[in-house]
């Protein structure tokens, strides 16, 4: 047997094995040991990912703080590309010095394997005495060159809405996927890059970010991924002394969110929740309000979604919101023409609206909110204030102690509660919602009008005057604005 021939056989118990490969050959930093290059000596969850990594197309992993697992997919990284002619693997990173250190680190694990591959300098270089394969190190790419192949190649790249489109893949590392800025744009982009039959690979590491694309796709059951969570004792060197000492540090909020000892820990983590107050207890209702109200309809209108939502506001100052329409891309005149069919028979006191539906159109000169207008639903002007917009919200979702109940309340909910649920805080200012991921904001951004607008409870029930309607006066007061049916009311009477 030749010396090729007896690389080739261990080559073939490398991509047989997994764990094998990584714990004979691959090599990386350890800041914690006195020697910074330390063999890849895995833990029992470390062991359990890499089987998992390769057994299955895709897998999203949801994990503790520092676990190695990034050094752990640039692993699988090298075991397919230093075993394997023609082979394509990408790195997704946050930006682009994370993407440079990817390739820094698969160069360090390459480089230290000698017994299956080599560095050279130079595209073109060559090792003396050396048959196999050989590898070169730009700043964004590790080429695997083979003397009787087709190159292997890794490249990385920072976060972008077209990173890693246009290229052919086997493999996609998506490192720290949860904060990842375009997250929904990058895997839209990646997806169809691996998007084959019988080949093509996604793996995406992350610690937790509610209310993302990466939370969406751990939780979602159907959807093909492998779901793999790894918790803050992967480390056998963490006891439970350091965790104590680590929530000292953090706060209990924090240390959830970073080191989760359970899934559902990870997943309920409130530290950047931004309605942690939210629970099911004290702001659902089963049934939607009765009773002298006030009503209001409050909208989040643009062409990529109309949100709206129906309040009602009773005679001691609590509210409930108990309908809510939305979709994409409907014009003025469909969003219009929803609510007010699903207004019909209410008497709506008032409509409000964003500020921005009254900037004019260069085109047109007309503004949005005077199209609504023209399109039968007259809209009244909310304030602009996100931050006092925010506080009110806050103040609206307080407990009423005398009730149990919270001063606003929903009624049959669906994505607005799923919205605010889970919208984060803004990073730099905790005292408002993040504005991304987009997609949540909708819902909430149509609460918060009229949260900052509100002004006065319904009025308390009087003495009702009452007389049979006609049939013409019935169909005056199904076609008048919110205002005539108040001064109708008022000449003839409620309809006995």
């Not at 056998?236 to 104590?244: C, G, I, L, V």
């Not at 008497?347 to 949005?368: C, T, V």
């Not at 039968?376 to 996100?386: I, K």
């Not at 604005?481 to 409620?494: N, T, V």
Request: charged content about 25%.
């Amino acid at each position: 047997m030749t010396l090729e021939e007896m690389r080739e056989l261990e080559r073939e118990a490398c991509r047989k094995d997994p764990v094998y490969f990584c714990e004979t050959y691959c090599h990386i930093e350890d800041k914690d040991a006195d020697e910074l290059i330390q063999p890849f000596t895995l833990w029992d969850g470390q062991k359990k990912a890499l089987v998992v990594f390769a057994e299955n197309r895709l897998v999203c992993v949801l994990k503790a703080r520092q676990l190695g697992f990034t050094w752990l997919a640039l692993a699988e990284v090298a075991r397919l590309v230093a075993l394997n002619t023609g082979r394509t693997a990408i790195g997704l990173s946050r930006s682009e010095d994370e993407a440079k250190e990817l390739v820094r680190r698969l160069a360090v694990i390459l480089r230290y394997m000698p017994g299956l591959i080599r560095e050279v300098d130079t595209p073109a270089g060559s090792v003396a005495g050396w048959t196999g394969p050989v590898f070169y190190k730009s700043t964004m790419r590790v080429v695997v060159m083979w003397p009787d192949g087709p190159e292997s190649v890794f490249k990385a790249f920072p976060s972008s809405p077209a990173a890693g489109r246009s290229f052919t893949a086997d493999l996609i590392v998506i490192d720290e996927w949860a904060f990842q800025q375009y997250a929904e744009e990058i895997w839209q982009a990646a997806y169809p890059v691996i998007n084959r039959p019988f080949g093509g690979r996604v793996i995406g590491l992350s610690t937790i970010k509610l209310g993302t694309l990466f939370e969406e796709i751990y939780t979602n059951p159907g959807n093909g991924f492998a779901k793999l969570f790894l918790p803050w004792s992967t480390d056998p060197r963490r006891s439970e002394k350091w965790y104590a000492q680590t929530v000292a540090a953090l706060g209990e909020d924090k240390a959830m969110q970073e080191y989760p000892a359970t899934e559902e820990e990870a997943l309920s983590a409130p530290g950047g929740r931004f309605f942690s107050e939210l629970d099911k207890d004290i702001h659902l209702v089963d049934a939607p309000p009765t009773g002298p109200l006030r009503r209001y309809v409050t909208i989040d209108y643009g062409l990529d979604m109309l949100a709206a939502l129906w309040i009602a506001v009773d005679t001691q100052g609590h509210a409930t919101v108990y309908r809510f329409v939305g979709g994409p891309n409907k014009t003025i005149g469909e969003a219009a023409d929803l609510i007010l069919r699903d207004s019909d028979e209410e008497e709506i006191d008032m409509y409000l609206a964003p500020p921005d539906l009254w900037n004019r159109s260069q085109e047109s000169g007309k503004s949005r909110a005077q199209l609504f207008s023209e399109a039968g639903l007259p809209l009244v002007q909310s304030s602009r204030d996100f931050p006092a917009g925010c506080a009110a919200m806050k103040q609206w979702l307080r407990k009423d102690e005398k009730s149990g109940k919270g001063y606003l309340t929903f009624y049959k909910p669906g994505e607005l509660w799923t919205c605010l649920t889970k919208i984060q805080k803004d990073d730099k200012n905790p005292d408002v919602y993040a504005k991304n991921p987009h997609g949540l904001t909708h819902y909430p951004d149509a609460l918060r009008y009229f949260c900052v607008w509100w002004t006065s409870p319904a009025k308390k029930p009087v003495n009702i005057r009452k007389r049979p309607w006609t049939a013409d006066m019935y169909e005056d007061y199904k076609n008048a604005s919110p205002k005539d049916r108040k001064m109708l009311i008022e000449k003839w009477g409620s309809p006995a």
